[in-house]
């Protein structure tokens, strides 16, 4: 099912591991976050699976929502009416790519979320509305609802894989939303990595770290294989920043293509 045109990354005698900065999350704390979105109200009681202590203010029109997660401490910030509206299709006024990192910007100084080293790394579409006509390869109408300004960061001057740092616009250059799971870490001693070989072999055998989803490919193409750290998703308690390979290229479902990427963990620990 897979074949391999990418050429292997040369590799370093040595590469640092990360270990996270520990975080603690009171309801305080998630009504002082939400305070600097303009929010009030109580948290919810935090789900404990995710970690996520979720506030709503109601008394907004439309209504607006911040959650808090005690297991990573990410921050997810929500106009949903905005995000996705549920109005008759039409184009939003979106702003300019140069027009959108001046909006997000300036968001995040006024909200205290910037971070140093954070930055804008891919501005596109976000949400997409589309109308389509029974039996037809072509929605009849599509729009474009949000914009999203990404974030990134080096770690040890290689990718960080998983990080969520977007800033999301709706009609008129209004900020619609933000999440930022951006786990602090620190330096942990330093480590040598499995060869490029091996780790291809784990991919071939599905021994990845998020599991293929949505129906097996017909045929993967691996075009770029390269190194980086992971991050795990918002709602997950993570220790070790671990470096991984990427295997990204174009992976085939009934003939049609789409961008496929695999992660393998780097180190002897994998």
């Known amino acids: 099912m897979f074949s391999l045109t990418a050429e292997f990354p040369e590799m370093r005698d040595s590469y640092t591991l990360y270990r996270t900065v520990p975080v603690t999350v009171t309801e305080e704390q998630v009504q002082e976050v939400a305070e600097r979105f303009g929010l009030a109200g109580e948290p919810g009681t935090m789900n404990k699976k995710t970690g996520e202590f979720l506030l709503i203010d109601a008394s907004k029109d439309p209504e607006e929502q911040v959650s808090v997660y005690a297991h990573s401490g990410a921050v997810a910030y929500h106009i949903p009416d905005l995000e996705l509206p549920t109005e008759a299709i039409r184009q939003p006024d979106l702003p300019t790519d140069a027009e959108a990192e001046r909006i997000a910007l300036a968001f995040l100084e006024k909200t205290g979320m910037q971070s140093p080293g954070a930055r804008v790394v891919k501005i596109g579409v976000g949400q997409k509305q589309e109308v389509w006509k029974a039996g037809e390869s072509e929605p009849e109408v599509s729009c474009d609802v949000t914009k999203t300004v990404r974030f990134g960061r080096p770690l040890d001057g290689l990718p960080v894989y998983g990080d969520e740092f977007t800033v999301i616009l709706g009609d008129g250059g209004k900020v619609a939303g933000l999440v930022k799971t951006w786990r602090e870490v620190t330096p942990d001693g330093n480590i040598s990595l499995r060869s490029p070989e091996e780790a291809y072999e784990d991919l071939l055998a599905?021994?990845?770290?998020?599991?293929?989803?949505?129906?097996?490919?017909?045929?993967?193409?691996?075009?770029?294989?390269?190194?980086?750290?992971?991050?795990?998703?918002?709602?997950v308690v993570q220790d070790l920043v671990r470096p991984v390979y990427a295997f990204s290229g174009t992976a085939f479902r009934d003939g049609v293509p789409e961008p496929y990427i695999g992660y393998v963990f780097a180190d002897a620990g994998g």
């Open 206 to 235: 599905a021994r990845t770290i998020r599991p293929r989803v949505g129906g097996e490919y017909g045929r993967i193409t691996i075009e770029n294989v390269s190194i980086g750290y992971w991050m795990e998703p918002r709602g």
